[in-house]
T-cell receptor, first 114, second 113 residues
């Protein structure tokens, strides 16, 4: 079975632009979470979705938004990009909504904002 | 304010010896703790977890200890192998918060042969 896949692998944008990152969970997994990992830091929680509904949101501005589709894939959108948005964006999927369900992470999308 | 702290950025150990990675937390609502391992250019990989109702969990060479009164947990790797060289993240969760994990900054483990 394929693991969590994310696209694109790398992305370069300029300040003020908008970006869309994509995630396909493991087959059968209904929950997707997004994390931002800035260099030298641990992953920071952005969003979690379960059965196409937002179930949680981290401390991120409204420029960040996400959605989950009927096939459980997900998109993360970031508007009005800032230099500080440069990071590795990780997607994780799990079968259920609780943290006691093992989360499987994708390889991430490396976003560079110039 | 960091709720999960890994105060040692790096740790170097010889092959065959024990590696001990430490983690402290401040939020008493956390009830589930996890360790993840991360290699460059890969996403974090789940290693081992422990519920707050336990004080020890073992899986092969990996053991996690939880001291709730001290709000401290540690990961022991015995014996350490060169393939264990990676960044190790401690993470915690409040069961009310679903799948949201709060991560520490990570500890880079280097195991030399």
């Amino acid at each position: 079975d394929a693991g969590v896949t994310q696209s694109p692998t790398h992305l370069i944008k300029t300040r003020g632009q908008q970006v869309t990152l994509r995630c396909s969970p493991i087959s059968g997994h209904k929950s997707v979470s997004w994390y931002q990992q800035v260099l030298g830091q641990g992953p920071q929680f952005i969003f979690q979705y379960y059965e196409k509904e937002e179930r949680g949101r981290g401390n991120f501005p409204d420029r960040f938004s996400a959605r989950q589709f009927p096939n459980y894939s997900s998109e993360l959108n970031v508007n009005a990009l800032l230099l500080g948005d440069s990071a590795l964006y990780l997607c994780a999927s799990s079968f259920e909504w609780t943290a006691h369900n093992e989360q499987f992470f994708g390889p991430g999308t490396r976003l560079t904002v110039l | 304010d960091q709720q999960v702290k890994q105060n040692s950025p790096s740790l170097s150990v010889q092959e065959g010896r024990i590696s001990i990675l430490n983690c402290d937390y401040t939020n008493s609502m956390f009830d589930y703790f996890l360790w993840y391992k991360k290699y460059p250019a890969e996403g974090p990989t789940f290693l081992i977890s422990i519920s707050s109702i336990k004080d020890k969990n073992e899986d092969g060479r990996f053991t996690v200890f939880l001291n709730k009164s001290a709000k401290h947990l540690s990961l022991h790797i015995v014996p350490s192998q060169p393939g264990d060289s990676a960044v190790y993240f401690c993470a915690a969760s409040d069961n009310q918060a679903g799948t949201a994990l709060i991560f520490g900054k990570g500890t880079t483990l280097s195991v030399s042969s």
